[in-house]
């Protein structure tokens, strides 16, 4: 080789060198930056949540002269709205970053006031708006509750009454408007004004270990190609159960389990919504109807009973034989299950299982169904406003605020650096969430108990009360159902 071209090769040699060496300190910059970042959002250190992209709420600038704006909360369940300081926390800091900045940009004061649990003390607010006291501005109670107050005339068409919120914004949830706006009014709307919609939206957590160990492929495949379907779900549960201690017995103690069912409230009420139905829906004239009993749900709770009697499902929380066993709750995460149902939320509960977990939704009815479908549970809580409200325009101009800022500070932080980042194991788990997110269901027949009476939560009764028989349930509720959604068209007809 001449010594021009032993020059250009080393030179060829010597800039490879170089390239390689960038390539793998970026690599491994890139690898310290993830960890990096990792343990700071573990650590609560990491940097100001990122924020959406700024949408106008277009609201008017308004100065409300220290106003004095009060939040009707559960004592045991107000961080998704009030924190009264920075803690080093991002997801109650996000709600604390939100609070000021609609402090700063109204000049008011946001406080708390607190009650304890109404699903278990009652219409505590009740008190003052019959003594027609001006007590609080904004409420957010358990979503059943809220309908007993708008039932009873307490709280206000939302339509009417809080002029500049603006219901077509993307902080608030549509499923909510579509569903549960009758007769032109609604007085119980969910949005991003808290985090709690996402966290009790119903899915499927799965153990990845035990998956492994029975040759079970993840289901983050069937999810995203739609084949993630209640047959093969209940084929996966039936099949994962094992009488572990051969005692011919099916334990909590010892056994494995298919599924556990989180209790009488999680999956026995929310298996209905697989196919897309839905305890009452709006008939084309736009009144209320009871629209669960069809071909598709007579199939789904067939299907559900027939699982369940196999004895690969644990149901926990009450006694349920013969369908579960009491103080079951722990099994999957003693590693004795398979799945599990449970809100969103669950993930940080399960934080400290040693077991491998993923999470998918709830499957969906078969794979002609649109998409996947999961229920909000009651306690995820629903907005009002009470009709002792002295001013429903400011009332309207914060709560918008605080909704649109929400969306903007609050759900970054709960959605994507906690739950996301935080929590989710792994790479699928994350985009599971966006199919989580998508699927939550706000079933008006479902919060609204007083109307749909037992059938409001068909699944729990016919659970509780050991009756694998939906469609004698259903014509056994039938008739009163009927009536109290008859008087409810009057009177909303009377109030026109």
Not at 198 to 223: H, W
Not at 246 to 252: E, F, H, I, K, V
Not at 352 to 367: A, H, R, S, T, W
Request: proline share 4%; net charge negative.
């Amino acid at each position: 080789m001449n010594t021009k071209a032993k020059r250009g090769a080393m030179v060829f040699l010597a800039a490879l060198t170089f390239i390689m060496f960038l390539i793998l300190c970026s690599c491994d910059a890139g690898e310290n930056s993830t960890e990096n970042t990792k343990e700071n959002v573990l650590s609560g250190e990491n940097p100001e949540p990122e924020t959406k992209p700024e949408i106008p709420d277009n609201l008017p600038e308004r100065d409300f002269g220290g106003y004095n704006f009060r939040l009707y909360l559960d004592e045991s369940n107000q961080k998704d709205m009030y924190i009264e300081e920075e803690v080093g926390e991002i997801v109650d800091d996000a709600v604390y970053k939100r609070n000021r900045t609609v402090e700063a940009r109204f000049n008011i004061d946001i406080t708390a006031v607190l009650h304890p649990a109404e699903w278990a003390s009652g219409m505590d607010g009740s008190k003052a708006i019959k003594a027609g006291d001006d007590a609080f501005d904004l409420m957010l109670t358990h979503g059943r509750i809220a309908y007993q107050y708008a039932g009873q005339n307490m709280v206000v068409d939302w339509l009417e009454n809080m002029p500049f919120v603006d219901l077509n914004a993307v902080w608030w949830n549509q499923d909510v408007n579509n569903d549960s706006t009758m007769f032109g009014k609604l007085y119980c709307p969910a949005g991003d004004i808290s985090y709690r919609g996402l966290r009790t939206t119903f899915c499927m957590i799965f153990n990845k270990n035990l998956f492994q160990a029975l040759g079970l492929d993840y289901p983050y495949d069937d999810v995203t190609g739609g084949t993630w379907t209640l047959e093969k779900f209940m084929s996966i549960v039936k099949n994962g159960a094992a009488d572990l201690n051969g005692d011919g017995l099916m334990s909590p103690d010892a056994d494995r389990y298919g599924l556990e069912a989180g209790n009488v409230w999680c999956y026995p009420t929310c298996v209905l919504y697989c196919g897309g139905d839905r305890v009452i829906a709006k008939s084309d004239d736009g009144v209320p109807v009871l629209a669960l009993y069809n071909e598709r749900t007579i199939d789904i709770f067939e299907k559900f009973f027939d699982m369940l009697g196999s004895g690969a499902v644990c149901v926990g929380g009450e006694k349920t034989d013969p369908w579960g066993n009491p103080g079951s709750i722990a099994v999957f995460k003693s590693g004795r299950a398979l799945l599990y149902n449970a809100g969103m939320g669950a993930i940080v509960a399960l934080r400290d299982m040693e077991e491998e977990i993923g999470l998918v939704p709830v499957p969906k009815y078969d794979e002609s169904t649109p998409k996947y479908y999961g229920l909000v549970e009651a306690y995820g809580g629903l907005l009002s406003v009470p009709v002792t409200t002295s001013d429903f325009e400011r009332t309207s101009i914060i709560t918008e605020a605080l909704c649109a800022e929400g969306h903007k500070i609050i759900i970054p932080a709960y959605y994507e650096k906690a739950l996301k980042t935080k929590y989710a194991r792994d790479d699928e788990s994350e985009a599971m969430l966006d199919y989580i997110k998508d699927s939550a269901v706000y079933d008006y027949g479902y919060m609204n108990h007083a109307l749909a009476g037992d059938l409001s939560s068909i699944g729990a009764t016919l659970v509780q009360t050991n009756n694998p028989n939906f469609t004698s349930l259903y014509e056994k509720n039938l008739t009163k159902a009927q009536k109290n959604i008859e008087k409810f068209i009057e009177n909303m007809e009377a109030l026109d």
